[in-house]
């Protein structure tokens, strides 16, 4: 079974522009959620798709976006980069088990925005 | 919002003895909490989850406890070995049913001496 694929690895941006990341989850589930991860403020969450639908959103603002296809792959869109956003973003796939999910995370993708 | 800290950022361990690697978190609703591993230039990675109707879980090599009175976490692990060198993060779900956007701690840094 594979497992979650994020692309590109990793991306280095120039501020103003706008990126778009990937992520593929694992076969069968069809939650994906996104986070950012930061020296400063470590593993933050994005937000989350089902059924290419969103059901919850962090504290980020609008230039951070996302969607899910039907297949269940999901990208996330940054635009207007700013240099803080250079992170590690991390997708998550998400396998439901009765009241808990759990959270099975692709090696995400370096961003870095200069 | 959502708090969930770390009582030491490093910890430094012998090869062989036990780390205990404790969390504390503020939101008394959170009802389902995950220990992750973070090897460098990966994705967390999944150790052992506990939910809030218990106080201790135990995995292979790992053990979990919760105490939900002084809103406390701590990953034991045995026998350390080398292989256990990471950061490691507690993560909760804020209440909500299911983990699909947890919220983290900022870590631990485990380094096992030989």
């Known amino acids: 079974k594979a497992g979650v694929t994020q692309t590109p690895r990793y991306l280095i941006k120039t501020r103003g522009q706008q990126v778009t990341l990937s992520c593929s989850p694992i076969?069968?589930?069809?939650?994906v959620s996104w986070y950012q991860q930061t020296p400063g403020q470590g593993l933050q969450f994005l937000f989350e798709?089902?059924?290419?639908?969103?059901?919850n959103k962090g504290n980020f603002p609008g230039r951070f976006s996302g969607r899910q296809f039907s297949n269940s792959r999901s990208e996330m869109n940054v635009s207007t980069l700013e240099l803080g956003d250079s992170a590690l973003y991390l997708c998550?796939?998400?396998?439901?088990?009765?009241?808990?999910?759990?959270?099975?995370f692709g090696q995400g993708t370096r961003l870095t925005v200069v | 919002g959502e708090s969930v800290g770390l009582h030491l950022p490093t910890l430094s361990v012998q090869e062989g003895d036990n780390s205990i690697i404790n969390c504390a978190y503020s939101?008394?609703?959170?009802?389902?909490f995950i220990w992750y591993k973070q090897e460098s230039g990966k994705g967390p990675q999944f150790i052992i989850d506990?939910?809030?109707?218990?106080d201790k879980r135990q995995g292979q090599r790992v053990t979990v406890l919760l105490n939900k009175t002084v809103k406390h976490l701590s990953l034991q692990i045995a026998a350390t070995q080398p292989g256990d060198s990471a950061v490691y993060f507690c993560?909760?779900?804020?209440?909500?049913?299911?983990?699909?956007?947890?919220?983290f701690g900022t870590g631990t840094r485990l380094t096992v001496i030989p």
């Open positions: 798709y089902f059924s290419e639908t969103q059901r």
């Open positions: 998550a796939s998400n396998h439901m088990t009765g009241a808990n999910t759990e959270a099975f």
């Open positions: 506990i939910r809030s109707n218990m």
């Open positions: 076969s069968g589930h069809r939650s």
């Open positions: 939101n008394s609703a959170s009802d389902y």
């Open positions: 993560a909760e779900n804020g209440g909500q049913t299911g983990a699909n956007n947890l919220f």
